[in-house]
């Protein structure tokens, strides 16, 4: 190990080493024991394989980063229709490399959607989770069973400009009536990760 990646080390005391990308993780505040645990899991991973886990080489587990989006008026969610899941669902997408995660969930949701003038909420990272993705075929290519270790944001944008979609990635985009939101999102599992981080875009 070199001084300079010495340097980049968290070495709080009972704290695991850490590269600089993670110290925003681990300074995050868990606002349940499910996602406390998470984060657990994720500092653990992070620091056993480090700059590996940035990586979609990383076959059992690679950071991605997320965005909700909402309206000024807190009423609706902007999602896109994923070709893959079959479902409405949040933006973002693989690290592949990149360190910094708000950024990586701003340019996906605009590349997904075409948004453009996002407002992060909040302080920073909104929640963490670890996702399972199950085994599916990925542009003809076969995709194995993997973790996601996903960092998510919250940002405000205005309902009225104009959208587009990433034909590659989904087959629709809009704004979802947030109080029937679970009509709308097939994927059971994901609407409770939705609504949490719904009702903290609320409270900014």
Request: proline letters at 4%.
């Amino acid at each position: 190990m070199t001084r300079d990646t010495e340097n980049t080390r968290d070495q709080t005391p009972n704290s695991p080493a850490l590269p600089a990308w993670a110290l925003p993780i681990a300074r995050f505040e868990p606002g349940d024991a499910r996602e406390a645990a998470e984060q657990r899991s994720m500092l653990d991973l992070i620091a056993r394989e480090g700059d590996f886990l940035l990586t979609r080489e990383n076959t059992v587990a690679h950071m991605t980063a997320s965005a909700i989006i909402v309206s000024p008026d807190r009423r609706r969610t902007l999602m896109a229709f994923h070709r893959i899941y079959g479902s409405w669902a949040w933006t973002g997408g693989h690290a592949d490399g990149e360190t910094d995660f708000e950024a990586l969930a701003r340019r996906e949701a605009s590349e997904e959607t075409g948004i453009t003038g996002l407002r992060r909420l909040g302080t920073g990272i909104a929640s963490v989770e670890i996702l399972p993705v199950w085994a599916h075929v990925r542009r003809g290519q076969s995709v194995g069973t993997h973790l996601h270790l996903n960092v998510s944001y919250l940002f405000e944008a205005d309902d009225s400009l104009p959208l587009r979609v990433a034909e590659a990635e989904n087959s629709a985009v809009g704004w979802l009536d947030i109080a029937r939101l679970g009509e709308a999102v097939s994927e059971q599992t994901m609407i409770p990760i939705y609504e949490r981080l719904l009702r903290r875009a609320n409270d900014c």
